[in-house]
Structures are given as structure tokens and as C-alpha cells.
Antibody
Framework: QLQLQESGPGLVKPSETLSLACTVSDDSINTNNYYWGWIRQPPGKGLEWIATIYYSGNTYYNPSLKSRVTISIDTSKKQFFLRLTSVTAADTAVYFC?????????????????WGQGTLVTVSS | DIQMTQSPSTLSASVGDRVTITCRASQSINVWLAWLQQKPGRAPRLLIYKASNLESGVPSRFSGSGSGTEFTLTISSLQPDDFATYYCQQYYSYWTFGQGTKVEIK
């Protein structure tokens, strides 16, 4: 059973950088059959996609966050990462990592099929 | 950007009720839609993908339908474990979520 586990500081100061890691329990990160994403959920609110990265290294970002976000991957460590700069209180949220299915034949990016449990990051001085 | 709009935002129902949630996309997304269930303090759980395909392990009382811009999630007979918030999510162009529908006990 695949497990995704987020890790990183639970408290970040305003204007600083939020950095999170997601550790993947199996070898699916080393195949081209999946992609990897970050999604967040402010307290009491809905879900917001942040960023996606593929095995190839291609990345896609939510336009509303693009100027502040970097997603990266280290397949040798079975991890992928999120970096969000210049954070404010509006970035306080539970941050989820997730795996998505990539259809190599059609090159379609399909649904997210597995999610991490999430980690709460609070932005406060 | 593709916007996803769910209705209703909140739904009060009883055990055994048939429940339907609607999701509308701001432009056609073909069948590239998933439905997720989320309980408080938990990660979302995939229920339905490609509009109507039931994820492995999900009870058959859940079903999805639709294509283009209009989609529905139906729970044929609501069970106590089904009280949760449900989200639709498109993956036709990037990824966006509906605002959620909370199914609460009547």
C-alpha cells in the first residue's frame, strides 16, 4: 500500500520561505507512470492545487502562486519538495502531497489516486 | 482557468436517503473529472475517476455520471460513514477543485 508522508516545519514566519518534503514509500516515483503534486487547504476552506512535477522534470504551477513556488524531485531519495517564498498569513493551510496517474501512451495526466495525510503549516511571527 | 462549481454547498440528509451532488465546469472537460470524499482532519479519498469509474475498494452505492460541463455524484442509500464533504476535481487542464459539498445529518 503506497504511503505518502509530508514533513517540514509547522511554523513559518511571515516573509520567510516554507519548505516541505514528501516521502514516497514505494518505487513508483522512479517510473514515468506517475506524476506528483502539492495541494493545500486553508483552515475550514476548500482545496487548492499548487504545483505538479513529472518524472521527466517538467513542472506546472498554479498561476496565482507561480511567482513564489518551486517544486522539485529527488528520485534517488524517493522524495519531492515544495518551496514557497515570501509567505503571509494567507499561506496558512494544511499542505497535502499526492500522486497522480500519467498515461504514457496518450500523455494524459489523469487523476490523483493517493494522498498524504497532510501537514499543517502556520504562518505567524 | 477552468472553474468548478458544486451544488448544493450543504446537504442535510438521513441514513438511507438517495443523495445527488452536482458539479459544473466553466468549459467542457470531457470526462476528466474525479470525485473525492474528505472527513474532518483527514486527507481526501478518491471515490470516482474519469466521471463514472469507481475506485477500487469504494462501495458500489457511490456512482458518478456526466460529461462535458455537467456531472453528478450519487449515493444510492446514505450510510453513517458517508457524512463528509465531497469535492469534484477536473484534470482536463491543470487541476482545479469545486468548493465542496458538506453532507450532514438531518
Amino acid at each position: 500500500q503506497l504511503q505518502l508522508q509530508e514533513s517540514g516545519p509547522g511554523l513559518v514566519k511571515p516573509s520567510e520561505t516554507l519548505s516541505l518534503a514528501c516521502t514516497v514509500s514505494d518505487d513508483s516515483i522512479n517510473t514515468n507512470n506517475y506524476y506528483w503534486g502539492w495541494i493545500r487547504q486553508p483552515p475550514g476552506k476548500g482545496l487548492e492545487w499548487i504545483a505538479t512535477i513529472y518524472y521527466s522534470g517538467n513542472t506546472y504551477y498554479n498561476p496565482s502562486l507561480k511567482s513564489r513556488v518551486t517544486i522539485s524531485i529527488d528520485t534517488s531519495k524517493k522524495q519531492f519538495f515544495l518551496r514557497l517564498t515570501s509567505v503571509t498569513a494567507a499561506d496558512t493551510a494544511v499542505y497535502f502531497c499526492a500522486r497522480g496517474i500519467y498515461d504514457v501512451l496518450t500523455t494524459y495526466s489523469l487523476h490523483f489516486d493517493n494522498w498524504g495525510q497532510g501537514t499543517l503549516v502556520t504562518v505567524s511571527s | 482557468d477552468i472553474q468548478m462549481t458544486q451544488s448544493p454547498s450543504t446537504l442535510s440528509a438521513s441514513v438511507g436517503d438517495r443523495v445527488t451532488i452536482t458539479c459544473r465546469a466553466s468549459q467542457s472537460i470531457n470526462v476528466w473529472l474525479a470525485w473525492l470524499q474528505q472527513k474532518p482532519g483527514r486527507a481526501p479519498r478518491l471515490l470516482i475517476y474519469k466521471a463514472s469509474n469507481l475506485e477500487s475498494g469504494v462501495p458500489s452505492r457511490f456512482s458518478g455520471s456526466g460529461s462535458g460541463t455537467e456531472f453528478t455524484l450519487t449515493i444510492s442509500s446514505l450510510q453513517p460513514d458517508d457524512f463528509a464533504t465531497y469535492y469534484c476535481q477536473q484534470y482536463y487542464s491543470y487541476w482545479t477543485f469545486g468548493q465542496g459539498t458538506k453532507v450532514e445529518i438531518k
